[in-house]
């Protein structure tokens, strides 16, 4: 038999597991992640849709993007906006400015907010968490819509308290799961303690969102270990974006991805944790990117940005944000081609009330749904796979 035809039976069995319920494992998912033909592609691609849809329907959630502070402390090889790179603009809006956007966004249909910053040093060195503090007190009552937050890492207490005021979404991405890996991404950073802080805000009852980034350095395996480890650490919420490589950091020179590689990684995540949100990020390839990544089951629409703001993004700083293609009018016009909607904001926060209730129900039992306080202590270890998963460089 054609080695071809094996793969084929490989792939439909995996795919035919998957559909069923069943937890892949690790060479399952390493065999997933190593496709190549466009036409295996786009099997798993319908997997994946086919998977959203049982779970979700046609129902798209919608995130607004509010990068309040430019500034960072850091030094991660990847961003536009480490430390040191001098062309990257640096702005601190003001509260005034903050809610005034988060009602603008409210106003135009997004299911969330999402206040970030860079590791700004006047708020994390300073410890002025107050003014975090007064933001999310005044962007909820000015939207009464759920909030997430992605200040990079912020002390324990900190967390808790952002807790008890109502914010329902950690955001901190790890990147990698692979901790040599990360030290090259992350320079100076510490991998157990982002990982940990992930745990400590799901402990203090909020949602967590875990992330890998692609064409960094990694291998297949270290993609398919990132999966699983974000499925075992019962993130509600997955991402993978694509490298962007940007000007005066030292990936500016690395090559982009194939970005079938991305919509490959999205129907994985979908297919190994059908139940949690994954976004289709604007930040990488703007409005035209959505349709893929929609395609491949994601089932959130992030980075939707107000024009004329004079707010950045993240790996994209500008890509469509005073055209005005950042919006929902864009984001549901590609939707109604794909027989998707923009879902009811009751929709949302139904799944969010759900999926803490959940939380509750399992406590720190690590065999349902992945929820464990204790997993953390063992990113990587668990996941390794086959020996050398850590090394071969996959670009
Ligand atoms: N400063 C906080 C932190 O790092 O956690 C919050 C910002 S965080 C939401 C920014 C994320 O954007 C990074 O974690 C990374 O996943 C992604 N990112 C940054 N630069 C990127 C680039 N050049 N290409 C693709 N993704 C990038
Ligand atoms: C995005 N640029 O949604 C944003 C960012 C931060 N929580 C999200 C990566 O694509
Ligand atoms: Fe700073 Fe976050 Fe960029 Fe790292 S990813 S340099 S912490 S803004």
Redesign the pocket.
Same mark, same amino acid.
């Given at each position: 038999m054609a080695l071809h035809t094996v793969n084929r039976r490989l792939l439909d069995n995996i795919l035919a597991k998957a559909q069923d319920g069943g937890q892949l494992t690790y060479q399952e998912t390493l065999s997933l992640m190593s496709l190549e033909d466009n036409q295996d592609i786009k099997r798993v691609m319908a997997a994946a849709r086919k998977i959203r849809d049982r779970y979700f329907s046609n129902n798209i959630f919608v995130?607004g993007?509010i990068y309040f502070s430019t500034f960072c402390q850091n030094h991660c090889s990847f961003c536009y906006y480490r430390k040191t790179n001098q062309l990257s603009p640096r702005y601190r809006k003001s509260l005034e400015e903050i809610v005034d956007i988060a009602a603008r966004l409210a106003e135009s249909g997004i299911h969330l907010i999402?206040l970030?910053m860079g590791e700004d040093p006047e708020i994390i060195r300073a410890g002025k968490f107050e003014v975090l503090y007064e933001m999310i007190n005044r962007v909820k009552a000015a939207t009464g819509l759920p909030v /997430?937050i =992605?200040p990079g890492v912020v002390p324990t207490g900190v967390l808790e308290k952002f807790s008890s005021l109502g914010v329902d979404w950690y955001?901190l991405y790890q990147e990698t799961h692979n901790p040599v890996l990360y030290k090259k991404l992350r320079v100076g950073q510490s991998y157990r303690e982002r990982a940990d802080r992930r745990t400590a805000a799901q402990q203090y009852g909020m949602l967590v969102?875990d992330g890998m980034l692609l064409g960094v350095g990694e291998s297949t395996g270290d993609r398919a270990a990132s999966i699983l480890n974000m499925r075992d650490q019962g993130v509600d919420q997955a991402r993978v /974006?694509s490298l962007v490589p940007q000007p005066q950091t030292p990936m500016a020179g690395r090559k982009a991805i194939p970005r079938t590689q991305e919509a490959l990684s999205i129907a994985v995540m979908r297919i190994i944790m059908p139940d949690r949100l994954i976004?289709a990020?604007?930040?990488v390839d703007g409005i035209k990117g959505l349709q893929m990544r929609l395609e491949a089951g994601a089932n959130v629409v992030?980075?939707i940005i107000p024009p004329s703001a004079s707010l950045a993004?993240? =790996?994209q700083s500008t890509l469509d944000i005073d055209e005005g293609l950042r919006t929902v009018p864009e984001v549901k016009k590609i939707l109604s081609g794909m027989g998707l909607q923009v879902a009811d904001t009751a929709d949302y926060i139904r799944w969010i009330d759900d999926r803490k209730a959940k939380r509750v129900n399992w406590g720190d039992d690590c065999s349902e749904g992945g929820y464990c306080g204790r997993s953390a202590a063992r990113f990587g270890s668990s996941l390794s796979g086959p020996a050398g998963w850590v090394g071969d460089s996959v670009n």
């Open positions: 995130y993007f999402d970030t /997430m =992605s955001a969102e /974006m976004p990020s604007r930040d992030t980075s993004g993240v =790996s």
